[in-house]
């Protein structure tokens, strides 16, 4: 692929021998650490682990997907390392790390120990960075990053795993779309396709990709339109609870818009920082990429075009997945297999 080759001895130095100090996170994959070159060149290495079934095929696709792939919206991958039985590959480092981490937290909990309220107020904190400006922002690099994705690139991308924690943040808070594990690509005359076994995070999931396998272009616009309602509210769309109904996130925003109460979605620590009409709009364009068919659903260029325009939108319909119990209905086919590691949540199954 023509990528550049580091050295294995350069590498093992950069991240003290892959010490836990240096740890960034993990997957089915392996892990990723941080590194620092001699020359003080900052990146993240993500180390295949040597008794990883999955993480092999994983890395392999991501390098197919996205090493010829440059967008400001996209995390950079600076090149590889396959050197005795080491399979690694090298990205820029992202300083603030992943938007999860920052849009969600333990406030909304009950600390049950000292070390949950000392969480709870970093996580606070985290929140109260992010105002809205650097929100709408977010938002708004993220949609410019699947437009080129879809549209712009060589390869026309399907991400299928768009989640808040595969959006990194540089020092600037510039959202840049990770992991194109999962990926997979188009020719010019394709539109949509069909597999035997559904890969992704529930929550996320499109309707007619969690239940019957297709995905298209309109999957990944399902999974921003999530992105987008969590976003605004710093809220998860799984394990979403309001004291007056059994919804999930989709369902509460859905039922606040049909009451004309949609700005009751919006985070209460972005303060007074808020442009209302920029809130509504991205509420509005949320719902709009949900709706349970995808045929209804706005492409990206679409979408792009509503965030930033001022002129009307078309009404949405209901989403899809409108109620955890929809979500839960998923998870009892026998034939599924969940596997879970730092709070992401990779998912395999068997279409029906």
Not at 113 to 119: A, P, T
Not at 154 to 161: F, N, Q, Y
């Amino acid at each position: 692929m023509e990528l550049p080759l580091f050295d294995l001895a350069a590498i093992v130095c950069a991240t003290n021998s892959f010490s836990n100090d240096r740890k960034l996170g993990e997957g089915g994959f392996g892990s990723v650490f941080k590194g620092t070159l001699k020359d003080g060149q900052e990146m993240a290495v993500k180390r295949l682990s040597k008794h990883s079934t999955q993480g092999l095929n994983e890395l392999k696709n991501e390098v197919t997907h996205i090493a010829k792939l440059q967008h400001r919206n996209l995390v950079k991958l600076l090149g590889c390392c396959i050197q005795e039985d080491e399979m690694m590959l090298i990205y820029e480092f992202m300083p603030n790390k992943s938007l999860d981490l920052f849009i969600f937290g333990l406030t909304t909990q009950k600390p049950s120990s000292l070390v949950h309220f000392f969480v709870g107020l970093q996580d606070q904190r985290n929140s109260m960075m992010l105002d809205w400006p650097k929100r709408f922002d977010i938002i708004n690099g993220i949609a410019r990053g699947l437009l080129y994705l879809h549209q712009d690139s060589r390869l026309r991308v399907i991400h299928r795993d768009l989640k808040a924690s595969n959006v990194l943040l540089d020092r600037g808070f510039n959202p840049k779309i990770s992991d194109f594990g999962l990926a997979r690509s188009f020719a010019e005359n394709e539109t949509n396709a069909k597999t035997k076994k559904v890969v992704g995070t529930y929550g996320y999931m499109s309707p007619e990709y969690a239940i019957d396998g297709f995905y298209s272009t309109k999957s990944d616009v399902y999974s921003f339109g999530v992105l987008v309602l969590e976003i605004v509210s710093g809220k998860r769309n799984r394990g979403f609870t309001h004291p007056g109904h059994s919804l999930n996130l989709l369902g509460h925003a859905w039922k606040l818009y049909t009451e004309g109460r949609s700005i009751e979605v919006l985070d209460t620590s972005v303060g007074d920082s808020s442009d209302p009409h920029e809130v509504l709009r991205s509420i509005h364009v949320g719902l709009l990429c949900v709706q349970r068919n995808q045929a209804d659903r706005p492409s990206m260029p679409a979408a792009v075009l509503m965030l930033s325009g001022e002129g009307s939108l078309p009404q949405p319909q209901k989403p899809g997945f409108y109620s955890e119990r929809d979500l839960n209905e998923l998870e009892v086919d026998p034939s599924s297999k969940i596997f879970s590691a730092n709070e992401v949540t990779f998912t395999l199954m068997e279409a029906r």
